[in-house]
């Protein structure tokens, strides 16, 4: 039997829809500025974000780090929750791009205290690198998937602005934030200058990220994405999926979100501590992370250690609820095998 692949939603396959969409897209060379079908994933996400341009990036990291270059200079200081992905998963690709120190500030559930990220608004001094660069995550990853409040992400955008630094948000699932609290993407983005956002997470696609935000800095992120690398000739076939995946699978993020209640609902009743999912994501504790990590996989699920006590479960498009069974089964029976072992 297939295993449940809960490692993260990032694991999903095209569905055939999709696949149809990308079989039918219209190409061009995207690099030379032509392809049609990258052209209007770019508009519709822009205009989905209340932005003025979209530039379709091959990973959210990609996104993430082209904002980075823009909105900063070598030496500066950009602030971000200490969980957040520039910080901790994309291979410290923010010294190495665009020489800048990543100050870190604890938050809670990943979510930044306004009042924190301004206490590090240092005075200028030679000692101390400018900050140049507020960052937010939506949903917060590390933070067990936890959408901002609407009024935290206006005051981090508002707090940046009064400063005179930049914004960015990390939407790397923004779409999981948006069906959680009934709000839409342009008003959880509005406060901020550039919004990174994936497509191939809860929303379905197979490859693909957005950075948004205003023209002219969109356009110099067409430099910076070809000086890495980025520029991709016939992406059309990759934008097809990505247009499909803003059209037809956003409402139904709100499966996964009951599934991962469904899932926290059963490990509990199992006796594990789980945190009740915001989102799409659990946060189990268990005494051996790797270990039960492996326990699973014997059992035929999938998921990841993120400690040494903690796995993380994430739902999406390719898990219905008879995975959610299996995997509160597979709980129950590495239970028992511990008890008796
Ligand atoms: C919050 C967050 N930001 C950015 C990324 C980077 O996305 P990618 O894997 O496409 O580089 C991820 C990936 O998991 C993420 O969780």
Same mark, same amino acid.
């Given at each position: ?193 550039? /919004?990174? +956002?994936?497509?191939?997470? !809860?929303? %379905? #696609? ?6 948004? @935000?205003? &023209?002219? $800095? ?63 994501? /659990?946060? +189990?504790?268990?005494?051996? !992370?790797? %270990? #039960? ?6 059992? @035929?699920? &999938?998921? $990841? ?37």
């Amino acid at each position: 039997m297939k295993p449940v692949d809960l490692r993260s939603d990032t694991v999903t396959r095209p569905t055939a829809d999709m696949w149809l969409a990308m079989q039918s897209a219209d190409l061009g060379d995207d690099v030379l500025g032509d392809d049609p079908t990258v052209q209007r994933l770019e508009h519709l996400a822009a205009e989905m974000l209340g932005k003025d341009a979209a530039l379709f990036t091959p990973s959210g990291t990609m996104a993430n780090q082209i904002a980075i270059r823009l909105h900063t200079q070598p030496g500066d200081a950009i602030l971000m929750e200490s969980g957040a992905h520039p910080f901790n998963y994309e291979g410290a690709a923010a010294a190495m791009i665009s020489g800048v120190q990543i100050r870190p500030i604890a938050g809670t559930a990943g979510i930044l205290n306004p009042s924190d990220v301004e206490a590090n608004f240092r005075p200028p001094d030679p000692h101390f690198a400018p900050v140049r660069l507020v960052c937010a995550e939506d949903t917060a990853n590390r933070g067990g998937g936890t959408p901002y409040p609407i009024a935290t992400l206006h005051a981090l955008g508002n707090l940046a602005h009064a400063r005179q630094v930049s914004a960015h948000l990390d939407g790397a699932r923004l779409f999981n934030a948006v069906i959680a609290t009934a709000t839409s993407a342009a008003e959880r983005t509005q406060a901020f200058d550039t /919004v990174s +956002v994936c497509l191939s997470k !809860g929303l %379905g #696609a197979p490859v693909g990220s957005l950075l948004v @935000g205003p &023209r002219d $800095l969109i356009e110099r992120g067409r430099w910076v994405r070809k000086a890495l690398g980025g520029g991709m000739r016939q992406a059309g076939v990759l934008a097809a999926a990505g247009i499909y995946a803003l059209q037809h699978n956003i409402a139904r993020l709100d499966q996964d979100h009951q599934r991962a209640s469904m899932l926290a609902d059963g490990l509990a009743r199992a006796g594990y501590r789980a945190q009740p999912p915001k989102t799409n994501m /659990v946060y +189990v504790d268990v005494k051996d !992370g790797p %270990g #039960a990590q492996q326990a699973l996989e014997s059992h @035929g699920v &999938r998921c $990841l250690a993120v400690s040494a006590s903690a796995l993380r479960v994430v739902t999406h498009l390719d898990v219905d609820d008879n995975g959610i069974e299996r995997t509160i089964n597979a709980f129950h029976a590495i239970q028992t095998e511990q008890a008796t072992g």
